[in-house]
């Protein structure tokens, strides 16, 4: 087990070192130049090439590259200034540190994650479940139509009907905004509560598809007629032995998402206005902010293989085949 | 096998002469199945996959279901069991289980008797043992299901029945998966875990097809040996005719979802009377045989179950039929009374086939 974890986090360093270096070397092949936007309509070839020194531009790319690696790992100075290890760099657009800023806007694309996620996983897990139980009765023919039309909708779409009606409206829900947690908690979760549900719904709808098919699967299971064959009842038969051999799938899909999600829900993040990494990254890029680029890159990336190593360890916690071999 | 083999006759014979002697009426036996129907709504229609089979089972004893692939075997045997998904099978007919109605009883009640007093194993035991639990777990469940038994003493109860089916090292092997088991040691668990409650009837599902050839006699010897000490009475199901003739006390031969010949292995094997059974023992290698003798399985292929042919199923591929065949079909009887309707009392020792030729004619065409 031991082993195999260190395995795995020498693979994510290799593939976040493998990011950044295509990231950075990316970024220098697009035609626009950070200094340009940066300095304004009354722009002179002196200011011009001072922010070009100031930010580092006036090196060559592999010196840039270098002074960027290294400063993740032992810091850097820039004139006066210090930037202890890690340190991401300063933002071309506000000089605010990189680092900072992530940090800053991270707890609100995690509390949208967090909060989708429970409500999407508790509702497609279990009416995926109960559809396969009943498979081709009118209680999966309803829950899959119904799945179908969730799939199927946008979140801007979906985002911007709900707000309407449910908050302006009917005024059922709070209007959606990002409080964070520590401040006040019931604002927290009021606020997030439409964006939750909106990306909910339509991710529910996927979990409940996939649940459903990989249910009835393990249902026709040999070892599933087993069990059924020694007398146990169904509850016994689906909650302790057809759910293993169905959770595996939607654990790979959930693996998947959950990087995805942490790395920035940017739609929903825009459609609710929501200040996370999802939000930055549209502006950085915008922006051609490069040391924020690069930042939003490598916290999506982490948090991709920082998944994925879970969900590979919780495949050898589920399938002792995994863990014996 | 055969020290075990006599000592298991003796022991049933016994059973089954209990009541037969001392009583005038013969008692009743543990599995008393008639007319049992099994079908199945499918997109294409309507597959009847057992259509009227009524065969018994003594306590004790050990009932041969052999029959082509599809000949509807393993659909009889999840029947008995009530493991059929009631929304897509239809199951009529009558099965009496030690006095209990099994078709048609609820649910709750099958399963309380599934593991308990019935039980079954399977052909693959890889696939039919969960991967996810120890061996140990999945035995030790199995009790606690039916017993009160708290965890310790149904996991000493699983050590004590690994043990039993000879696996060595029990008490350590119960934490294994069945992945680091071999596969005749799967089986053994697997056998283990159907035998915990000591059940009256063991249903064998095809055993031994997945297994060495050395390894099947050792299951079978297993079987045998556990049958004699417990009672179970069995029904195995089996392509192979060696190994009825070697354990099985009576033989129902199945072809497309009904018997066309019962009787007690002996008859069956020795004196058949039906042209499809006479396929089948042509078709098998025999030990005293010419061993050049080439294999001649049954020709032509197993019939539609959605659309069976008219008359005699088996008509499209026998050899002796007569216009008869095509249209009326052969009710199970002595052959004596054959063509037409005929005492159709299936009892072993009295061996009865379905099939329209009169005793001459079969005479003829196996001498
Ligand atoms: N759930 C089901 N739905 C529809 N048809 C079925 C179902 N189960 C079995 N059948 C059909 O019933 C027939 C009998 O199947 P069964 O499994 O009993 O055969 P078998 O005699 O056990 O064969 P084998 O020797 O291959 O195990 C087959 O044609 C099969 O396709
Ligand atoms: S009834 Fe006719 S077709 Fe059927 S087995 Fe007998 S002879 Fe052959
Ligand atoms: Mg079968």
């Known amino acids: ?325 | 096998m055969t020290a075990v083999q006599s000592t298991k006759k003796n022991m049933a014979d016994a059973a089954r002469g209990n009541g037969a002697a001392a009583d005038p009426a013969p008692a009743e036996p543990l599995l008393d199945v008639a007319d049992l129907k099994v079908r199945f709504r499918t997109e294409d229609g309507i597959v009847k996959a057992v259509d009227g089979l009524t065969f018994r089972l003594e306590r004790g004893r050990t009932l041969g279901i052999v029959g082509e692939s599809g000949s509807g075997k393993s659909v009889t045997n999840l029947a008995l069991l009530g493991l059929h998904n009631p929304a897509r099978s239809t199951i009529e007919g009558r099965a009496r289980f030690d006095g209990i109605d099994l078709i048609g009883a609820p649910e709750r009640r099958l399963r309380d008797l599934r593991g308990r007093r019935l039980s079954m194993i399977f052909q693959d035991p890889l696939t039919a043992l969960s991967p996810y639990y120890t061996i140990g777990e999945q035995i030790a469940e199995t009790y606690r299901r039916h017993t009160k038994a708290d965890r310790k003493a149904a996991r000493a109860r699983a050590v004590e029945m690994l043990d039993r089916v000879g696996i060595p090292q029990a008490a350590r092997r119960i934490r294994d998966y069945p992945h680091q088991f071999s596969g005749g040691m799967r089986q053994r668990a697997m056998i283990a875990m159907a035998l915990v409650c000591e059940p009256d009837l063991l249903i064998a599902d095809e055993p031994t097809t997945a297994l060495d050839v050395t390894v099947q006699a050792q299951i079978l010897d297993l079987l045998g040996e556990l049958q004699r000490d417990l009672g179970t009475a069995i029904i195995l199901v089996t392509h192979d005719l060696g190994v009825v003739e070697d354990v099985a006390d009576d033989v129902l031969v199945m072809y497309a979802g009904r018997a066309v010949e019962y009787g007690s292995t002996a008859e069956v094997l020795d004196t058949p009377q039906h042209p499809y059974t006479w396929g089948l023992l042509s078709s098998m290698p025999r030990l005293d045989g010419d061993v050049d003798e080439p294999l001649r399985p049954v020709p032509g292929s197993p019939p539609s179950l959605l659309n069976p042919p008219s008359g005699c199923a088996f008509h499209p591929r026998c050899g002796h039929a007569v216009e008869l065949c095509r249209t009326e079909r052969p009710v199970l009887a002595r052959p004596a009374l054959a063509p037409g309707s005929g005492d159709a009392v299936p009892w072993p020792g009295n061996g009865v086939s379905a099939c329209h030729l009169d005793t001459a004619t079969r005479e003829g065409a196996t001498a």
């Open chain 1, 1 to 325: 087990m031991l082993r195999f974890l260190v395995r795995r986090l020498l693979g994510a360093a290799l593939i976040l070192f493998i990011v950044i270096t295509a990231t950075f070397f990316l970024f220098f092949a697009v035609p626009d130049d950070p200094a340009r936007l940066s300095c304004g309509k009354t722009c002179t070839p002196d200011t011009l090439a001072a922010i070009r020194a100031n930010l580092g531009l006036d090196q060559s790319v592999p010196a840039q590259y270098w002074d960027y690696l290294s400063g993740i790992f032992v810091g850097r100075d820039y004139g006066e200034m210090r930037c202890d290890a890690p340190c991401l760099g300063y933002s071309f657009v506000n000089s605010e540190p990189v680092l900072d800023t992530l940090l800053d806007r991270f707890p609100a694309t995690l509390s949208l994650a967090f909060g989708a996620s429970v409500i999407f996983l508790t509702v497609g897990i279990g009416v995926g479940v109960v559809a396969a139980l009943n498979r081709g009765g009118w209680l999966d023919k309803t829950t899959m139509a119904l799945s179908l039309i969730g799939a199927s909708v946008t979140i801007q779409f979906l985002g911007v009907i709900a707000r309407y009606v449910f908050v302006d409206e009917l005024r059922w829900l709070p209007k959606p905004e990002y409080v964070p947690l520590l401040d006040d908690t019931p604002g927290w979760a009021g606020g997030l509560l439409l964006p939750w549900l909106t990306l909910a719904v339509v991710q529910a709808a996927v979990y409940t598809r996939l649940t459903r098919s990989s249910m009835v699967d393990s249902l026709q299971e040999d070892y599933v007629r087993t069990v059924r064959a020694k007398g146990l009842t169904p509850f016994q038969v689906t909650g302790k032995h057809a759910w293993r051999g169905a959770v595996t799938p939607v654990l790979t899909v959930y693996g998947i998402e959950l990087g995805t999600l942490l790395g920035g829900a940017v739609v929903t993040e825009t459609t609710f206005n929501i200040p996370g990494i999802g939000k930055l990254a549209v502006s950085s890029v915008a922006n051609s902010d490069l040391p924020m680029i690069m930042g939003v890159v490598l916290i999506a990336a982490g948090a991709m293989v920082l998944a994925n190593v879970v969900v590979d360890a919780l495949y050898a916690v589920i399938d002792p085949r995994v863990r014996l071999s």
